[in-house]
C-alpha cells in the first residue's frame, strides 16, 4: 500500500519567514496530493491540493510543488503569522472514477512566534 | 462547501460499555464515508471505509467485531465502539467524499471518547 513519509515533524519560524514542509510517497500510482491544517482538538481543514497533472500551484501565501519523479511534494507558506500555528498533514491518493482513501504522513507541527 | 457533521463531539463511558459514534453529510448523499483514530499528537489513522448498503472495509489491525460500522442511508454512517476499554481512549474523526470523481474530503467534528 502507499507510505508517506513527512519531515520534519516539528518546525519554528519567527512570524514573516517562510516555512517549508516535505513529503515523500511510494505509490507511483497516486494523482492527488492534499494539504490539511488541524489546530488542536478540531477536525483537519483542507487548505490546498495538487493533483499529478500539475507540477505547482499557488492560494495566497501557501503554495504547493510536486516532483512526480522523484514522488515528493512540499508545502510551502510565506509570510508566516502566528495564526498559521497548527499541525499541518500532507496525504496522497488514488483519484479516479470511484472513491479512493487518504494515506496521511506523519504531521508537521508548526510554530510561528511574533 | 459540503457539511459533514459528527455526534457526539466528546464521550466519557465506563470500561466495558459500547459507545456509538454518529457521522451525518448534510448537505449531500455519501456512497462511502471514512473513519479515522487519532492518538493525541499523532496522525490520522484509517480505520475502515463504510459503504452504504455494504459491509465496511476494515484496514489490518481493525478488530471489525469490536468496531462495528453501519452505513444505513447516503447520509448516515454510525461507528460503534464495544465493550470499550481505556487503551480506546481516542479521537474518532469521520470524512465523506463531496462526490465520485471530485477531490477533497470533508470531516466531521470529530468525537473524543474517554474510557475510564
Known amino acids: 500500500g502507499e507510505n508517506v513519509e513527512q519531515h520534519p515533524s516539528t518546525l519554528s519560524v519567527q512570524e514573516g519567514d517562510s516555512a517549508v514542509i516535505k513529503c515523500t510517497y511510494s505509490?507511483?500510482?497516486?494523482?492527488?496530493f492534499p494539504w490539511y491544517k488541524q489546530e488542536l482538538g478540531k477536525r483537519p481543514q483542507l487548505i490546498i491540493d495538487?493533483?499529478?497533472?500539475?507540477g505547482e500551484k499557488k492560494d495566497q501565501r501557501i503554495a504547493v510543488t510536486l516532483n512526480k519523479t522523484a514522488k515528493h511534494f512540499s508545502l510551502h507558506i510565506t509570510e508566516t503569522q502566528p495564526e498559521d500555528s497548527a499541525v499541518y498533514f500532507c496525504?496522497?491518493?488514488?483519484?479516479?472514477?470511484?472513491?479512493?482513501?487518504?494515506?496521511f504522513g506523519k504531521g508537521t507541527m508548526l510554530l510561528v512566534s511574533p | 462547501g459540503a457539511v459533514v457533521s459528527q455526534h457526539p463531539s466528546w464521550v466519557i463511558c465506563k470500561s466495558g460499555t459500547s459507545v456509538k459514534i454518529e457521522c451525518r453529510s448534510l448537505?449531500?448523499?455519501?456512497?462511502?464515508m471514512f473513519w479515522y483514530r487519532q492518538f493525541p499528537k499523532q496522525s490520522l489513522m484509517l480505520m475502515a471505509t463504510s459503504n452504504e448498503g455494504s459491509k465496511a472495509t476494515y484496514e489490518q489491525g481493525v478488530e471489525k467485531d469490536k468496531f462495528l460500522i453501519n452505513h444505513a442511508s447516503l447520509t448516515l454512517s454510525t461507528l460503534t465502539v464495544t465493550s470499550a476499554h481505556p487503551e480506546d481512549s481516542s479521537f474518532y474523526i469521520c470524512?465523506?467524499?463531496?462526490?465520485?470523481?471530485?477531490?477533497?474530503?470533508?470531516f466531521g467534528e470529530g468525537s473524543r471518547l474517554t474510557v475510564l
Open positions: 505509490d507511483s500510482a497516486s494523482n492527488y
Open positions: 448537505d449531500f448523499q455519501a456512497t462511502t
Open positions: 496525504a496522497a491518493s488514488i483519484r479516479g472514477s470511484g472513491y479512493s482513501t487518504l494515506t
Open positions: 470524512s465523506a467524499s463531496g462526490g465520485v470523481g471530485t477531490g477533497e474530503l470533508f
Open positions: 495538487i493533483r499529478s497533472n500539475v
